[in-house]
T-cell receptor, first 113, second 116 residues
Framework: ETGVTQSPTHLIKTRGQQVTLRCSSQ?????VSWYQQALGQGPQFIFQ???????GRGNFPPRFSGLQFPNYSSELNVNALELDDSALYLCASSFDELNYGYTFGSGTRLTVV | AQSVTQLDSQVPVFEEAPVELRCNYS??????LFWYVQYPNQGLQLLLK??????LVESINGFEAEFNKSQTSFHLRKPSVHISDTAEYFCAVSDPRGSTLGRLYFGRGTQLTVWP
């Protein structure tokens, strides 16, 4: 058991729709990061939250947004879905923002048709 | 920004043979280094990490990696592989400074396939 739970595991959406992916981290994990893993690629950093504030963002457009809640859960929202958004989305959490080794969830497989 | 190069996209080996998965990163400044393993339809699991201290780090299942600062490498090795080691392996680097604090930069992965 990883201690990080993501839902749903699989999702199919239509181009132009909006989607919300959820992540539940281990208690005490103040840092949560989201990664996008396209087929055959390594994960790409989307953004990071520390104590409910965004404190780092990768090269993703503003239609990718997030929230972190006091109960160690978080959300990734993607608006105006595009076909290229099809990927495995991974949530990762850590006790602190220095990252001494994230704990990753199993991911949500998003397919945009 | 950091970049990570995994030199082999696929590594096929026979069971009980030794294996080396190669990883090079771009920066010569202090970094944290990681190897993650991903089994089919699963997320990433931390295999081992280098933060500081001894340049040779080991995992509980027989893998080891050596940090080589002069060559900016962090190659993963195992003297004798098992079929259960078949998985995708990702090398990652983190820069523990400034605006990129905590961010992981991943390589494209190496698929290790162990044959009986």
């Amino acid at each position: 058991e990883t201690g990080v739970t993501q839902s749903p595991t699989h999702l199919i959406k239509t181009r132009g729709q909006q989607v919300t992916l959820r992540c539940s981290s281990q208690s005490g994990h103040n840092t949560v990061s989201w990664y996008q893993q396209a087929l055959g690629q390594g994960p790409q950093f989307i953004f990071q939250y520390y104590r409910e504030e965004e404190n780092g963002r990768g090269n993703f457009p503003p239609r990718f947004s997030g929230l972190q809640f006091p109960n160690y859960s978080s959300e990734l929202n993607v608006n105006a879905l595009e076909l290229d958004d099809s990927a495995l989305y991974l949530c990762a959490s850590s006790f602190d923002e220095l990252n001494y080794g994230y704990t990753f969830g199993s991911g949500t497989r998003l397919t945009v048709v | 920004a950091q970049s990570v190069t995994q030199l082999d996209s696929q590594v096929p080996v026979f069971e009980e043979a030794p294996v080396e998965l190669r990883c090079n990163y771009s920066s010569s400044v202090s970094v944290y280094l990681f190897w993650y393993v991903q089994y089919p339809n699963q997320g990433l699991q931390l295999l081992l990490k280098y933060l500081s201290g001894s340049t040779l780090v080991e995992s509980i299942n027989g893998f080891e990696a050596e940090f080589n600062k002069s060559q900016t490498s962090f190659h993963l090795r195992k003297p004798s592989v098992h079929i259960s080691d078949t998985a995708e392996y990702f090398c990652a680097v983190s820069d523990p400074r400034g605006s990129t604090l905590g961010r992981l930069y991943f390589g494209r992965g190496t698929q290790l396939t162990v044959w009986p």
